[in-house]
């Protein structure tokens, strides 16, 4: 055999060696790219594609059930008003998740609150032509009902054909970087 046939052999088989370990490299450090978990994007407005939970928002800045019992029991209140005050909370605080839920399914990206009779005069940091974004919720979850116990206030779709007053819609604007939430500890 010809000297210089079995130098092109010999080329080519180191060749493919170097591509087929080129090839194992690629393929072993895309599979480590896969396994990493990327983490979930936290965004909100229209084009979301993942919004974080209302219940985890709410979780984060609504006082639990026990921190709730442990104040009531410093009141001179009946274990009857006790506990009707604690499932008036937890109903409110549901309701306020599920409409928020809704709201996230079908795309609403406005609310307002309906205020109550019982509760309204603690909600000073808004009035009835506010109204709260998505991304506030996700933001500032504390703008959100119930704001003390016994709040009657709900959490309502707020739709562009809608315009309760004259001037219209008003955003709810914090004072100072903060919104002047009632502190949970009253008693409607």
């Known amino acids: 055999m010809d000297l210089s046939v079995v130098f092109i052999v010999i080329i080519i088989i180191i060749l493919s060696i170097i591509l087929a370990a080129i090839g194992a490299y690629v393929v072993i450090h895309s599979a480590d790219e896969k396994e990493k978990v990327l983490p979930q994007i936290d965004v909100s407005g229209q084009y979301a594609v993942l919004v974080r939970p209302a219940k985890e928002s709410l979780i984060k800045v609504k006082p639990s059930t026990t921190?709730?019992?442990?104040?009531?029991?410093?009141q001179s209140l009946s274990d009857e008003e006790r506990s009707s005050l604690l499932s008036q909370w937890e109903s409110s605080l549901e309701e306020t998740?599920?409409?928020?839920?809704?709201?996230?399914?079908?795309?609403?990206?406005?609310?307002?609150?309906?205020?109550?009779s019982r509760s309204g005069k603690?909600?000073?940091?808004?009035?009835?032509?506010?109204?709260?974004?998505?991304?506030?919720?996700?933001?500032?979850?504390?703008?959100?009902?119930?704001?003390?116990?016994?709040?009657?206030?709900?959490?309502?779709?707020?739709f562009p054909w809608e315009n309760p007053g004259k001037s219209g819609w008003k955003p709810v604007i914090p004072e100072n970087g903060k919104y002047r939430v009632p502190d949970w500890r009253n008693i409607a």
């Open 67 to 74: 921190e709730i019992q442990e104040w009531l029991s410093t």
């Open 97 to 116: 998740i599920q409409t928020i839920d809704e709201g996230d399914a079908n795309g609403t990206v406005t609310y307002r609150i309906e205020f109550g």
């Open 122 to 158: 603690f909600c000073t940091f808004m009035n009835e032509e506010n109204y709260i974004t998505r991304e506030q919720i996700r933001n500032h979850a504390e703008i959100l009902p119930p704001y003390v116990l016994g709040c009657d206030c709900k959490l309502i779709p707020k």
